[in-house]
């Protein structure tokens, strides 16, 4: 599939944002910790949210998809080891170890895959698991987890060796349940993990100190289902008022949740973005950008990694020099090859690092999508530019953003979704 986009056509009008994507897999997770009715509303429709859904078809629990609604119900989990197709395709399948492990006690299952854009290691999970007294098999790139039957494993204190979302997420949804107290230090404090802590809260966990690095849990011996609504995409948001940006235009971003606005809008302050805060979400108007000395990855609620590629095409029309700095993912920076094709000043410092000198004038190009976040930023560096762009592989995007296409048409961009 591919886009086709005729650029330098200034965005007008109102988007909605959808949910967030990285809080919709481990609220799934949570939904396998009991046997009762769970419904997810505000649930994106990805392409990543299919497979997940296919796995958990395959592990025997039911699952219904109404709109922007999915209904799961898992009375009965038939197996507890993950299907390896469907797994090594998709890195957020990694939570459902721990949700598995938490409801069964054991779990097999695959290294995960995704995008590549660096090493995905789940060392930190493995010791996570390890300190709640999980004993572990590997067999090439398989994993068997369980916890011995004998097992009188009582309490746990556990300190994440990185602040890594996933492991946060696993650990959580492994602890709720049983007779057990755990404490998880270092812990990352992404809005999704809140998003978590407030759906099994819901369902009758006992979790304190959500929405900080330390995560006091006191095992409960059931969960309850619920109805629980998925927040907002920030990051969805924060393209979107890139996209208004660099072609001069004046959008309202709707739906976005103010608190979580801090670590994306206000980078985009310091390039020159005007914006204002609304009762409906945010405007954007018309900006003059300049250059911003300096703009670096950090762990939340520090400027997010899954923003830099989008950063960086706000970079090109910014006057002055960036130096843009994404130490999480050596990976991350390979895709500005193909903004220099389109005209963009561009000098990558090392595998971490590129300078970014603008404001320069982009032209159409014909584009292959490396992964879900460099994807929508060729998307957006087309249409700020001048003549025709093709975005191939766009079903790469719409793993991670919804409704791509239509959205932007309906913002006055000249864009076709076009299947191959």
Not at 21 to 31: L, R
Not at 59 to 81: P, Q
Not at 251 to 273: N, R
Not at 299 to 313: C, E, K, L, Q, R
């Amino acid at each position: 599939m591919k886009y086709i986009i005729n650029g330098g056509l200034k965005l007008s009008g109102k988007v909605s944002v959808s949910g967030n994507k990285n809080s919709i897999f481990p609220c799934i997770g949570a939904a396998l910790l009991t046997g009762e009715e769970v419904v997810l509303e505000n649930v994106s429709d990805l392409a990543d949210v299919a497979v997940l859904i296919k796995i958990l078809k395959k592990l025997g629990v039911s699952v219904k998809k109404n709109h922007s609604e999915i209904i799961i119900k898992a009375d009965k989990i038939a197996r507890f080891s993950l299907p390896e197709d469907l797994m090594v395709a998709l890195r957020g399948s990694i939570v459902l170890v721990g949700a598995i492990l938490g409801r069964l006690g054991r779990v097999n299952f695959y290294h995960p895959g995704g995008d590549i854009i660096g090493r995905r290691s789940i060392m930190t999970h493995l010791a996570g698991f390890s300190g709640l007294g999980v004993n572990f098999k590997k067999s090439n790139l398989k994993y068997s987890l369980f916890v011995a039957e004998d097992s009188s494993f009582k309490k746990a204190e556990i300190f994440l060796q990185e602040a890594s979302v996933t492991a946060t997420e696993n650990l959580i949804l492994a602890s709720v349940l049983g007779e057990r107290q755990v404490l998880l230090k270092n812990c990352a404090k992404e809005p999704h993990i809140g998003d978590l802590c407030r759906m099994l809260l819901q369902m009758g966990a006992k979790i304190e100190g959500v929405g900080t690095d330390t995560l006091e849990i006191t095992g409960v011996k059931f969960l309850r289902g619920t109805r629980f609504r998925i927040g907002a995409d920030y990051i969805e948001a924060g393209t979107y008022a890139v996209a208004a940006a660099v072609t001069g235009g004046e959008i309202e971003i709707e739906g976005v949740e103010e608190a979580f606005l801090g670590p994306v809008f206000l980078p985009l302050k310091s390039f020159g973005v005007k914006t204002e805060v609304t009762e409906r979400g945010v405007k954007v108007f018309p900006s003059k950008l300049k250059a911003v000395a300096k703009l670096v990855t950090n762990i939340w609620p520090g400027f997010p990694t899954d923003f830099m590629s989008v950063a960086i095409v706000l970079a090109t029309q910014s006057r002055g020099v960036s130096l843009c700095h994404d130490w999480m993912y050596e990976g991350r920076m390979f895709f500005v090859d193909k903004l220099i094709t389109m005209g963009a000043k561009i000098t990558l410092a090392d595998p971490h690092r590129v300078l970014v000198l603008g404001p320069g004038r982009l032209r159409g190009r014909v584009l292959d999508t490396p992964d879900i976040r460099a994807g929508m930023a060729l998307v957006v560096a087309a249409l700020a530019a001048k003549g025709k762009s093709i975005i191939n592989q766009a079903e790469l995007i719409e793993r991670g953003y919804a409704d791509v296409a239509l959205k932007l048409k309906k913002l006055g961009a000249d864009i076709e979704r076009v299947e191959d």
